[in-house]
T-cell receptor, first 113, second 115 residues
Framework: EAGVVQSPRYKIIEKKQPVAFWCNPISGHNTLYWYRQNLGQGPELLIRYENEEAVDDSQLPKDRFSAERLKGVDSTLKIQPAELGDSAVYLC???????????FGPGTRLTVT | AQKVTQAQTEISVVEKEDVTLDCVYETRDTTYYLFWYKQPPSGELVFLIRRNSFDEQNEISGRYSWNFQKSTSSFNFTITASQVVDSAVYFCALSDGFNAGKSTFGDGTTLTVKP
């Protein structure tokens, strides 16, 4: 079974530039998560999808962050414009309906200069 | 509000030593789920174990064992006879029973096993 796929793995951009991250969850996993992980900290939830519906986006900075999950499979997380404080690892995870544990992708390390 | 505290920021041991990683949690829910994840240097978090609040049985899997004590709100993780490959950041996480899809993570414990 293929794991959660994320791309790109690394991204370096200048502040005020836009950036997008892509995630393909494990087949059959209806729940998809985007997390941000700062250095030395645990993952912090940005948004959670159940199929196409964003059921928890309370921690998503909506002035500059947006996400979509068309057709309930792949998802894209966008930042526009990026700020220096957005430098972090962005993790995608998925979960199947009958379980509680999450399966994580390798993450995208974003550096904003 | 839920909270997970991993008081040990970093632990360093020599190979073959036993090591215990502490996790203390806070929740008002009577039904909840606890997890441990491992994040090796490659960066991908790997699920290790899940425990339900109504099942306090300890669990052993090879060199790994978990001690769940509701009385002290702790879910500790012990590695017996540690190996260099155990070097990683370990995260404890908590989900409530009503919204099991949402997990709160601790800040992790960095374990370094030296040869």
């Amino acid at each position: 079974e293929a794991g959660v796929v994320q791309s790109p793995r690394y991204k370096i951009i200048e502040k005020k530039q836009p950036v997008a991250f892509w995630c393909n969850p494990i087949s059959g996993h209806n729940t998809l998560y985007w997390y941000r992980q700062n250095l030395g900290q645990g993952p912090e939830l940005l948004i959670r999808y159940e199929n196409e519906e964003a059921v928890d986006d309370s921690q998503l900075p909506k002035d500059r962050f947006s996400a979509e999950r068309l057709k309930g499979v792949d998802s894209t997380l966008k930042i526009q414009p990026a700020e220096l404080g957005d430098s972090a690892v962005y993790l995608c995870a998925s979960r199947k309906d009958t379980a509680y544990e999450q399966y994580f992708g390798p993450g995208t390390r974003l550096t904003v200069t | 509000a839920q909270k997970v505290t991993q008081a040990q920021t970093e632990i360093s041991v020599v190979e073959k030593e036993d090591v215990t990683l502490d996790c203390v949690y806070e929740t008002r829910d009577t039904t909840y789920y606890l997890f441990w994840y491992k994040q090796p240097p490659s960066g991908e978090l790997v699920f290790l174990i899940r425990r339900n609040s109504f099942d306090e049985q300890n669990e052993i899997s090879g060199r790994y064992s978990w001690n769940f004590q509701k009385s002290t709100s702790s879910f500790n993780f012990t590695i017996t006879a540690s190996q260099v490959v155990d070097s990683a950041v370990y995260f404890c996480a908590l989900s409530d029973g009503f919204n099991a899809g949402k997990s709160t993570f601790g800040d992790g414990t960095t374990l370094t096993v030296k040869p």
